[in-house]
């Protein structure tokens, strides 16, 4: 059972490239989401999923976009890379909850993905 | 939009000290969860905290959730040099579109000194 599984672990990009980061779960969670980490900022939401064939737009989405095309995975793509994404990038998951009720269901993260724009 | 303050973003203790780092929301909050992120790695799901007051402990860890639910507390008794990490807390405003959504503070970074 390996979780949250983040692919690549590293990459430097030049200003300009594309990349897409890969994120698969083995837990059968429902929601999954993706997060940039930067010092002194805390973890931001970018893009996140309820479902399968669904996105939404986070905190910080500009020039990010992203595909739930299987409920395992979580695609996150740069179309044209610039050196303010450099950063850490977390995929998390977490299992369906009611949006009635008070509680949300705990996230689980990956291992994360540190992307460096020259 | 919804802002979480937390502070102290740095501390850093003797090895037996206590520790507490404070969380402060703009607006009422449905619950806040507390995660710990160990240097190189990833945030990890401690606790949630959803009612009025709250208070629950882990051990050494006691989470505390206010009275109008906008601000939480961690406090770590004698600390361990095991406790050295990155404390988040994220909290959830409302109920409706937006609770897919936590708003995470942006951390307090703790060292222990042996």
């Known amino acids: 059972n390996a979780g949250v599984t983040q692919t690549p672990k590293f990459r430097v990009l030049k200003t300009g490239q594309s990349m897409t980061l890969l994120c698969a779960q083995d837990?059968?969670?429902?929601?999954m989401y993706w997060y940039r980490q930067d010092p002194g900022m805390g973890l931001r939401l970018i893009h996140y999923?309820?479902?399968?064939?669904?996105?939404a737009k986070g905190e910080v989405p500009d020039g990010y976009n992203v595909s739930r095309l299987k409920k395992q995975n979580f695609l996150l793509g740069l179309e044209s890379a610039a050196p303010s994404q450099t950063s850490v990038y977390f995929c998390?998951?977490?299992?369906?909850?009611?949006?009635?009720?008070?509680?949300?269901?705990?996230?689980?993260f990956g291992n994360g993905t540190r992307l460096t724009v020259t | 939009g919804q802002q979480v303050m937390q502070i102290p973003q740095y501390q850093h203790v003797q090895e037996g000290e206590d520790f507490t780092t404070y969380c402060n929301s703009s607006t009422t909050l449905s619950n806040i969860q507390w995660y710990k992120q160990r240097p190189g790695g990833h945030p990890v799901f401690l606790i949630q905290?959803?009612?009025?007051?709250e208070v629950k402990k882990q051990k050494r860890l006691t989470f505390q959730f206010g009275e109008a639910k906008k601000n939480s507390s961690l406090h770590i008794t004698a600390t361990q040099t095991t406790d050295v990490g990155t404390y988040f807390c994220a909290g959830r405003a409302g109920s409706g579109a937006g609770s897919y959504q936590l708003t995470f503070g942006k951390g307090t970074k703790l060292s222990v000194i042996p």
């Open positions: 999923s309820v479902g399968e064939g669904t996105t």
């Open positions: 837990m059968n969670h429902e929601y």
């Open positions: 998390a998951s977490s299992a369906r909850f009611l949006r009635t009720t008070l509680y949300n269901s705990p996230l689980h």
């Open positions: 905290l959803v009612k009025s007051g």
